[in-house]
């Protein structure tokens, strides 16, 4: 072998390597943290406890018609004591109305109404922490106008999960399934943060949860005082709040399929780029080890691609073994996934998870790259 036979051999092994060891990194998250909720059993029956009385949040602004479609499934909900309190945030549709008339019909709904002052402009947190004052029980639980539960028996099992003196349930939002390569990757993207966020909550290592649906204690809410500390931050209601409340020993999960709230998805590319947007400014608020956490298994996920298509396009003669590690973590991937998919009511998009895949990796990291540089200035 000639010496440029030689350095391209070794160029061949160090780029090859590279790829190897973004692969064993994606492994260890296969295997170490995502099985945890691939093994995690369900709950198949309700536990036989004393169900605490519960106060239902919902922020609205301009929601007339989701509020029309969606609420009288929450506030028919098969429990035994519990309010659902409305806030109507400065709403210039008919949201007044509707709620003056259904309060009528529901003496459990409660409205707290917002007016704007041309000197206040505010975000979603002060008017969820106008509810939670507004509130009379000590077990919270959250979600937004254009949700809907997937059973009447969603307060049930989220309430059990409090059991055992826990102070911060994670419960479970996929989006509505729709025609279109967009609808996969965004039910695909909400997939695959669920599956982080409650895999590492099954770790000890909660570090968010979703407003859509969740649920805390009005005393841990108070003694972390409330949203003061990232106020000024117009998103991260929740994923903030529990990233900053949550330990090993306070937080539980709920995903039983009735307990799943089901939401309307984005329907163009910008809406969804603006949503990604206002999730990447929460996510910069995160505790130093949780922003370690997620930037090296995104960033890990991202150059395994990206160095196994360098390797090949470089040494194509070697195509074969690219090839087999590529296809190893895709076996192992779809062993794991699978599993999770199924608890998560998403399995169908397991025959696109190739393509998903790469793209989801790809469009989160230049979306959060991006998306660091830029503000949010209004949460609707």
Not at 175 to 202: C, D, P, Q
Not at 267 to 276: C, F
């Amino acid at each position: 072998m000639d010496v440029w036979g030689q350095i391209a051999e070794i160029d061949f092994l160090v780029l090859s390597g590279i790829c190897v060891l973004f692969f064993v990194f994606q492994l260890y998250y296969l295997l170490f943290v995502y099985s945890k909720l691939a093994y995690y059993k369900i709950p198949s029956a309700l536990p036989d406890i004393t169900l605490p009385p519960l106060s239902v949040i919902i922020s609205a602004r301009n929601e007339e018609e989701n509020l029309r479609r969606n609420l009288p499934a929450i506030l028919d909900q098969a429990y035994p004591t519990f309010e659902v309190i409305l806030v109507n945030d400065y709403s210039e549709d008919d949201t007044k109305w509707l709620l003056k008339d259904l309060c009528a019909q529901y003496k459990h709904l409660k409205m707290v109404e917002i007016a704007e002052h041309v000197r206040l402009k505010h975000g979603k947190k002060f008017a969820l922490s106008l509810g939670i004052k507004a509130a009379q029980y000590e077990h919270l639980i959250f979600t937004d106008a254009d949700c809907v539960p997937q059973s009447d028996q969603w307060l049930r099992h989220m309430a059990c999960s409090f059991d055992g003196g826990k102070e911060i349930v994670l419960g479970y939002s996929p989006y509505l399934k729709k025609t279109g390569v967009l609808n996969a990757l965004i039910r695909f993207e909400t997939f695959h943060t669920a599956m982080n966020y409650l895999a590492y909550a099954l770790k000890g290592s909660a570090y968010m949860g979703v407003g859509r649906n969740l649920g805390y204690t009005k005393s841990l809410f108070f003694r972390g005082k409330g949203f003061a500390s990232h106020m000024h931050i117009l998103s991260g209601d929740d994923d903030l709040f529990v990233n900053q409340n949550a330990t090993p020993q306070n937080t539980a999960i709920c995903i039983h399929p009735e307990s799943h709230i089901w939401s309307e998805p984005k329907t163009t590319l910008s809406a969804y780029y603006r949503q990604k947007t206002r999730h990447v400014g929460a996510s910069k608020a995160y505790k130093a080890k949780h922003r370690r956490m997620l930037a090296a298994q995104l960033i890990s996920a991202f150059l395994f691609y990206l160095s196994a298509i360098v390797t090949v396009a470089v040494f194509p003669q070697y195509w074969y073994i690219i090839l087999g590690i590529y296809l190893c973590r895709m076996f192992v991937q779809l062993l794991v996934y699978y599993t999770i998919m199924k608890k998560l009511q998403t399995k169908g998009l397991i025959w696109a998870l190739p393509l998903l895949d790469i793209i989801f990796y790809s469009y989160i990291c230049v979306n959060g790259f991006f998306a660091l540089f830029r503000k949010e200035v209004k949460w609707k």
